[in-house]
């Protein structure tokens, strides 16, 4: 467990640390010299079956951002105030703080006792009881590390606290010092915000988009077999990387896949007026950066607003924040994540309003999901990283919630439905605009009704909808069911004879070929042809020259095939397996790049959709 101490420079953190544990928290030579805490510090105590861990923050005004990098995965604080100085600029501005990241508590802890008589004490108590009574609410302390006093009385209190860190969610540390131990390789520490990890697991490395695997740990600075969550961990990192491949506010995940965000939607707690867009400089776990603040709406209780980051950052929801203005002078705010990737256009309608009421009134991680999900389907990578689930969690949740997935997709019954109308609608149109056509392929029909949304997906969907006969695909064109295009009874016999025509040769026929063979007027038997093409029986690779549909279903399964295995194919490796002549070859190939099934890329083809004659 980790315990943050805060408050004023010289208000002898770094002393009362090191008469709790026997260790100096000063560990940079520039700290040492110039006795004040410059970059975060660390201190261990053993306690009986634990070991407590205590992070010792810079006081100073300058290295306010080294002490905000200490305060994200940690519970509880102890703010140090001095007995002969009393409440300083920057006690109030760390306790601002502390109040912000919303801390489980905050144990108020007098200093150098010593110094000052007991009426200075007790006017010093008053003081805080008037300005801050919560911080006398819970056990507060009189300590003096000079004499000794109330050091033994705090450090037991310390060792009775629990640690209330999540353990069953996937493992997510940040790291914040990087360095190489010789004999052992590269190292990071950081603190472990959640779950737990052991010697030998593979992590996955937000830096470098890669695995690492762990093979060693030190947990509150003692060799361990694992690390915990709400624990100061070290891990030697079994890689290749060089030191300069990993920095300061990296992320190690138990999950396969890390998502950064570039905006997101937040809930503020304020310390400072909120203005509805002004720059601001955002401290995440160990990262900074800075961005604009865009207030969306001010509730009675909290303000929703937009954060949009300069730098992407790797955040979950219910993930903290602390805003500072836009020169890094004043805290403005705690805030917590309540979306990622928020929309880019209409921020403000009243379905988006009443989308993030909802998200603000949802209890638990089932709940949001299914507010998620009722527009748009998820990755199920994405939606473990949003919420840190594990995949048996999400699974349950699914199974809650009553969802649905397909290959490596989440989605809801309300969105299946509501895609599967457009589809239809798309259709229906399609048809009052081009009656004399059966109707279009699957790739045309995502294209023309939900281009934005996945496409093996929406064919999955389209796939329910022929299975429930509100669809009807027919020579691989779909249509409504109650949209036909058929053949009169003469042309239905006239369509055998040019069925049989086709059936004497694997090659495409001309119009005016065709026209002579059958004696009938060239004008007449193009009008058939096209009629037939339109019915999804013969298709023109370039004018008047015409393929039977199911032969080039043949070609395309045959393409598709070669092309998943071997990359890329030529003109001349298609002509040699087909055995057709160069010129028929060309207009084949080129009729295939037109369609979108294929796509030129120099002297070779390449698969561009691979569903297009599914």
């Known amino acids: ?45 053993p306690i009986e079956d634990k070991v407590l861990g205590f992070i010792d923050v810079p006081g100073h005004e300058k290295f306010l951002s080294n002490m ?9 604080a102890m703010l140090m105030v001095a007995a002969d100085e009393g409440i300083k600029p920057q006690t109030i501005e760390h306790l601002n703080i502390l109040k912000l990241l919303q801390f489980k508590q905050i144990i108020l802890v007098i200093t150098k006792a010593d110094r000052v008589e007991s009426f200075q004490l007790s006017q010093l108590l008053q003081q805080i009881e008037q300005q801050y009574p919560f911080l006398l609410q819970t056990p507060y302390f ?29 493992f997510r540390y940040a790291i914040d010092r990087v360095f190489n131990v010789k004999g052992s390789g590269l190292v990071v520490t950081g603190t472990v915000f959640s779950g737990k990890v052991k010697v030998g697991d593979e992590v996955y490395l937000s830096a470098t988009q890669q695995t690492v695997r762990i093979k060693g740990i030190h947990a509150q600075n003692q060799p361990a077999e694992q690390g915990i969550a709400g624990q100061r961990v070290a891990l030697n990192l079994a890689t290749e990387l060089d030191k300069e491949a990993i920095t300061r506010g990296d992320w190690l995940s138990g999950l396969t896949t890390c998502y950064a965000t570039d905006r997101i939607t937040v809930t503020l707690q304020t310390a ?34 937009e954060v949009t980051l300069e730098q992407p950052l790797f955040m979950a929801v219910e993930d903290k924040l602390i805003l500072r203005n836009g020169d890094d ?12 990737n928020s929309p880019k256009r209409y921020k403000r309608t009243p379905e988006r309003f009443a989308y993030l009421q909802k998200l603000l009134m949802s209890s638990n991680a089932g709940q949001r999901i299914g507010h998620y999900l009722q527009q748009q389907a998820l990755p199920v990578a994405q939606i473990q990283w949003i919420e840190q689930l594990t995949a048996e969690q999400l699974a349950q949740l699914q199974q809650q919630e009553k969802l649905q997935s397909y290959r490596e997709w989440i ?18 149109t399609f048809h009052q605009q081009h009656q004399d056509q059966l109707g279009v392929s699957k790739a045309r029909l995502w294209r023309m009704s939900v281009l934005t949304q996945p496409m093996p997906l929406m064919f999955h969907f389209i796939e329910q909808l022929i299975a429930a006969k509100q669809l009807r695909q027919t020579n691989g064109w779909l249509h409504l069911p109650e949209h036909q295009i058929t053949f009169s009874a003469a042309e239905e016999v ?44 013969l298709m023109p690779i370039v004018k008047d020259r015409f393929f039977r549909q199911e032969d080039i279903q043949q070609f395309a399964a045959w393409l598709k095939q070669y092309l998943l295995q071997h990359g890329e194919i030529s003109v001349n490796e298609v002509r040699d397996h ?37």
């Open 329 to 340: 002078q004043q805290t403005l705010a705690g805030a917590k994540v309540l979306e990622i």
């Open 411 to 428: 989605y809801s019954s309300n969105y299946q439905q509501y895609q599967q109308k457009l589809m239809l609608s798309a259709l229906a």
């Open 68 to 76: 905000l990098a200490g305060l994200g995965g940690v519970d509880y």
């Open 494 to 537: 006239l369509w055998k004879a040019v069925a049989a025509e086709f059936a004497k040769t694997n090659q495409p026929i001309w119009v005016r070929d065709m026209a002579t063979t059958l004696a009938i007027d060239e004008d007449e038997m193009r009008r058939f042809m096209y009629k037939a093409g339109k019915m999804g029986l």
């Open 1 to 45: 467990m980790i315990i943050v101490t805060a408050g004023h420079v010289d208000h002898g953190k770094t002393t009362l640390l090191q008469a709790l544990t026997g260790t100096n928290a000063d560990r940079l030579p520039e700290e040492k010299k110039r006795g004040m805490t410059i970059d975060l510090g660390y201190a261990y105590l």
């Open 578 to 614: 087909f055995q057709f002549g160069r010129k028929l070859t060309v207009q084949l190939i080129e009729y295939f790049d037109r369609s979108g099934f294929l796509r030129r890329k120099g002297n070779v083809h390449l698969l561009r959709d691979q569903d297009s004659f599914m």
């Open 142 to 170: 009189i300590t003096s590390a000079t004499t000794g006093e109330g050091i033994d009385k705090l450090r037991h209190y310390l060792s009775q606290l629990t640690n209330v860190a999540t353990q069953d969610k996937p």
């Open 272 to 305: 400072q007026p909120i203005n509805d867009n002004q720059a601001v400089h955002i401290y995440h776990a160990a990262r900074h950066t800075i961005g604009k603040l865009s207030v969306l709406v001010r509730l009675p209780e909290t303000i929703l607003a």
